[in-house]
């Protein structure tokens, strides 16, 4: 099946400083992706759906200018946590749509941790 | 608002059956997932509801109401792998997936 990928796994990094996640479609395209981020035993919160060509698309009280998403391709999505607080510590994961009604691919996700 | 409601927590024996139930207010229905996760892992796709009734795949069933806003998940002949958190989801009417908080299930030898 489908596979996503995410780089890295893990991260941890101090205060105020700012952290890239990339999200890669291995082996089919995606023009749309999602970004989540998910505090232990809460649910998935989608934070962003990142468009190929254009502008990302923001959940409400999601702050554009500190989840920077730029999809630079049509197998990749970055999200970039600037200036990040140990508030930001969280599990985030993308996922893409498959092509199905049903399909959604999960990348395997990052553990942040900011110090 | 959109809601889903699912137990918080259940707990079951090695080899018995379970059943986890959701129920959702959404604005809109476009189908109904199940999802399992693993701790520290993405979630993975179980099933997929879109009609009233049970779907049934191996050891794992779904089942839909629309018209109760209802659906749960079944688990037979349980195993110690299948100690998970289960996540239901619903597509709502612009097609964006609404999600449950998850149902941390624990398996008992």
């Known amino acids: 099946g489908a596979v996503v990928s995410q780089h890295p796994s893990r991260v941890i990094c101090k205060s105020g400083t700012s952290v890239k996640i990339e999200c890669r479609s291995l082996d089919f395209q995606a023009t749309t992706m999602f970004w989540y981020r998910q505090f232990p035993k809460k649910s998935l919160m989608l934070m962003a759906t990142?468009?190929?060509?254009?502008?990302?698309?923001?959940e409400q009280g999601v702050e554009k200018d500190k989840f920077l998403i730029n999809h630079a391709s049509l197998t990749l999505s970055t999200l970039t946590v600037t200036s990040a607080h140990p508030e930001d510590s969280s599990f985030y994961i993308c996922?893409?749509?498959?092509?199905?009604?049903?399909?959604?691919?999960f990348g395997p996700g990052t553990r942040l941790t900011v110090t | 608002g959109q809601n889903i409601d699912q137990p918080t927590e259940m707990t079951a024996t090695e080899g018995a059956i379970v059943q986890i139930n959701c129920t959702y207010q959404t604005s809109g229905f476009n189908g109904l997932f199940w999802y399992q996760q693993h701790a520290g892992e993405a979630p993975t796709f179980l099933s997929y509801?879109?009609l009233d009734g049970l779907e049934e795949k191996g050891r794992f069933s779904s089942f839909l109401s629309r018209s109760k806003g209802y659906s749960y998940l079944l688990l037979k002949e349980l195993q110690m792998k299948d100690s998970a958190s289960y996540l239901c989801a619903v597509k709502d009417s612009n097609y964006q997936l609404i999600w449950g908080a998850g149902t941390k299930l624990i398996i008992k030898p």
């Open positions: 996922s893409a749509p498959g092509a199905g009604e049903t399909e959604q691919y």
């Open positions: 509801n879109v």
């Open positions: 990142s468009n190929e060509g254009s502008k990302a698309t923001y």
